[in-house]
């Protein structure tokens, strides 16, 4: 198979740019779960504990 040497560059640049496109990508990823998780976290964070009473302050849990 004889391939042209030009085929051989743009088959080497279509590669390199989706490399690229891919860890932009995961990049982009990345962040948004960062911004989702310091917004979960600034919710719980937020609700009030249960201190007092019975409602809230007892865990009753089986092994």
Request: aromatic content about 0%; glycine content about 4%.
């Amino acid at each position: 198979m004889d391939i042209s040497p030009a085929a051989l560059v743009n088959a080497a640049t279509q590669m390199q740019q989706s490399q690229v496109a891919q860890t932009a990508q995961v990049l982009v990823l990345k962040k948004a779960m960062d911004i989702q998780a310091t917004g979960a976290l600034a919710l719980l964070q937020a609700l009030p504990l249960a201190t007092s009473g019975n409602l809230g302050t007892q865990v009753n849990a089986m092994a």
